[in-house]
């Protein structure tokens, strides 16, 4: 199955307008947009810069993220586009000029195991301090990948889980990380410390305790219903009991 071809010009339009509706998306401005439509075996991938830049450079990043994934550049496509918002949005704004780069990576897959593979992105545009990675998938509940890294050199956050999955990638300097494919599971809780000797015979008395006291309980409702029973069967005060004589040689 072959990506669909993604329109650089439909896909700004797309984006851009939804982040301004929501002020924590925009409040963290990216200095690259890449888009991403997987497939089986390649992918068609869209990289949108916010300001125009020199095509040199556009096709410098395209090379080392082919190298970075393994992947060969198929229909490679840079052009400079007035972008405006989208009609659906309300009226139409100007966002300037803007450079985009657009083609297919193909020779492996960009999702293995229920999870995208971040690093090639990460390598390739390491010179810009700001990421923001678009897979264009719906959510999937058997979704593996990375959700959050953090590290003195790079941050990795899961923006969104699913239609689509969207990463901002910050670069703080330094060497790139090698980032998890998926995501660490979570450390087991720790386990209670089997008691020692000492505190074995401590709850040991403390269950011995517990149990003498509750014999001494039932003791106590023994002794005092015998009592109660005693004071029952007793004459009352100033009564005497009856005694029948039998006389000698009958009556």
């Given at each position: 199955?072959?990506?669909?071809?993604?329109r650089p010009a439909v896909l700004a339009c797309m984006l851009l307008a939804p982040a301004g509706a929501a002020p924590q998306a925009a409040a963290v401005r990216s200095d690259v947009l890449v888009v991403v439509?997987?497939?089986?075996?390649d992918a068609?991938?869209?990289?949108?810069?916010?300001?125009?830049?020199?095509?040199a450079r556009v096709r410098a990043h395209v090379q080392a993220l082919a190298r970075a994934g393994g992947w060969t550049v198929r229909?490679?496509?840079?052009?400079?586009?007035?972008i405006e918002t989208s009609p659906a949005f309300g009226p139409p704004?100007?966002?300037?000029?803007?450079?985009?780069?657009s083609f297919t990576a193909a020779g492996s897959p960009v999702r293995r195991s229920g999870a995208y593979r971040l690093q090639p992105f990460a390598e390739a545009l390491a010179g810009?301090?700001?990421?923001?990675?678009?897979?264009?998938?719906?959510?999937?509940?058997?979704?593996?990948?990375?959700?959050?890294?953090e590290s003195p050199?790079?941050?990795?956050?899961?923006?969104?889980?699913?239609?689509p999955y969207r990463y901002r990638i910050e670069h703080r300097g330094g060497p790139v990380p090698t980032l998890p494919v998926f995501e660490p599971e979570p450390p087991p809780a720790p386990k209670a410390p089997l008691p020692t000797r000492a505190e074995g015979r401590a709850m040991d008395a403390r269950r011995i305790a517990l149990v003498l006291l509750a014999a001494s309980a039932s003791g106590l409702i023994v002794l005092v219903a015998l009592l109660l029973w005693g004071r029952r069967s007793q004459p009352p005060p100033g009564r005497r009991a009856q005694v029948h004589r039998i006389p000698r040689g009958g009556a």
């Amino acid at each position: 199955m072959r990506a669909r071809t993604l329109r650089p010009a439909v896909l700004a339009c797309m984006l851009l307008a939804p982040a301004g509706a929501a002020p924590q998306a925009a409040a963290v401005r990216s200095d690259v947009l890449v888009v991403v439509q997987p497939g089986a075996a390649d992918a068609a991938m869209v990289i949108v810069y916010p300001r125009p830049t020199p095509h040199a450079r556009v096709r410098a990043h395209v090379q080392a993220l082919a190298r970075a994934g393994g992947w060969t550049v198929r229909g490679l496509v840079i052009q400079d586009r007035d972008i405006e918002t989208s009609p659906a949005f309300g009226p139409p704004k100007k966002l300037g000029r803007q450079t985009s780069a657009s083609f297919t990576a193909a020779g492996s897959p960009v999702r293995r195991s229920g999870a995208y593979r971040l690093q090639p992105f990460a390598e390739a545009l390491a010179g810009l301090r700001r990421t923001k990675l678009v897979f264009m998938e719906g959510p999937d509940p058997n979704f593996r990948g990375l959700r959050r890294f953090e590290s003195p050199e790079m941050a990795v956050l899961l923006e969104q889980d699913g239609a689509p999955y969207r990463y901002r990638i910050e670069h703080r300097g330094g060497p790139v990380p090698t980032l998890p494919v998926f995501e660490p599971e979570p450390p087991p809780a720790p386990k209670a410390p089997l008691p020692t000797r000492a505190e074995g015979r401590a709850m040991d008395a403390r269950r011995i305790a517990l149990v003498l006291l509750a014999a001494s309980a039932s003791g106590l409702i023994v002794l005092v219903a015998l009592l109660l029973w005693g004071r029952r069967s007793q004459p009352p005060p100033g009564r005497r009991a009856q005694v029948h004589r039998i006389p000698r040689g009958g009556a």
